[in-house]
């Protein structure tokens, strides 16, 4: 008896895909409140349903997102699959690397709160859907991201990068899941209870 069931196969697309990101969001993963919904990852607060599935509800009370501007083409994810034929498991270490230009104080002081905290963290690729809106993905819906390496550099030369560059990093039972299509702006979604996103 087969233990899976494949539902779909996949031909080649007609549309050209764009690397990057856009912008990323940042959630305190205590932030994300607990329901009975069905489809809820685990007591976060998100619900993972449908068919594909995908993040259709975000429950954070009066909790915000804190959304970080990103140059262009500086920064990316990755999502590695670590599998084992030998132990029969498999699990996925998703991987995202925020690049931001310029030291300044008030970053160095965030610095600091986001290398204490958990996450769960979303990004808004520059790759759209059919209708122009940003793909938004999310990752550490189970156990949280952790910001486990990265520099602050000042450059030497005049044209050096000076800012930083921080790496966070998780590792979960499922792949990342796409966050449902917005309305007009990114998780403005009916479905998604959450405070005033805060942007800078």
């Given at each position: 008896?087969?233990?899976?069931?494949?539902?779909?196969?996949?031909?080649?697309?007609?549309?050209?895909?764009?690397?990057?990101?856009?912008?990323?969001?940042?959630?305190v993963y205590d932030d994300f409140n607990a329901s009975a919904t069905t489809g809820?990852?685990?007591?976060?607060?998100?619900?993972?349903?449908?068919?594909?599935?995908?993040?259709?509800?975000?429950?954070?009370?009066?909790?915000?997102?804190?959304?970080?501007?990103?140059?262009?083409?500086?920064?990316?994810?990755?999502?590695?699959?670590?599998?084992?034929t030998e132990n029969g498991s498999v699990y996925y270490t998703p991987s995202i690397?925020?690049?931001?230009?310029?030291?300044?104080?008030?970053?160095?002081?965030?610095?600091?709160?986001?290398?204490?905290?958990?996450?769960?963290?979303?990004?808004?690729?520059?790759?759209?859907?059919?209708?122009?809106?940003?793909?938004?993905?999310?990752?550490?819906?189970?156990?949280?991201?952790?910001?486990?390496?990265?520099?602050?550099?000042?450059?030497?030369?005049?044209?050096?990068?000076?800012?930083?560059?921080?790496?966070?990093?998780?590792?979960?039972?499922?792949?990342?899941?796409?966050?449902?299509?917005?309305?007009?702006?990114?998780?403005?979604?009916?479905?998604?209870?959450?405070?005033?996103?805060?942007?800078?």
């Open positions: 008896m087969a233990c899976t069931a494949l539902t779909k196969g996949r031909g080649l697309s007609c549309d050209r895909s764009s690397g990057g990101i856009k912008y990323v969001y940042f959630g809820e990852v685990y007591g976060t607060g998100i619900i993972v349903s449908g068919s594909p599935q995908s993040i259709t509800d975000i429950e954070m009370g009066s909790n915000v997102l804190y959304r970080y501007t990103l140059p262009r083409g500086e920064s990316s994810l990755t999502e590695t699959i670590v599998g084992s690397t925020v690049k931001l230009n310029t030291l300044t104080t008030a970053d160095q002081d965030e610095l600091i709160r986001l290398g204490k905290s958990k996450l769960v963290v979303f990004a808004a690729l520059n790759a759209t859907l059919a209708n122009g809106h940003n793909v938004i993905v999310g990752m550490g819906l189970r156990n949280g991201m952790r910001l486990n390496s990265g520099t602050d550099v000042s450059g030497a030369a005049w044209g050096d990068h000076n800012g930083y560059s921080w790496t966070f990093e998780g590792m979960e039972e499922e792949p990342m899941m796409m966050v449902a299509d917005y309305t007009t702006a990114p998780f403005d979604n009916t479905a998604f209870t959450m405070g005033t996103m805060v942007i800078s």
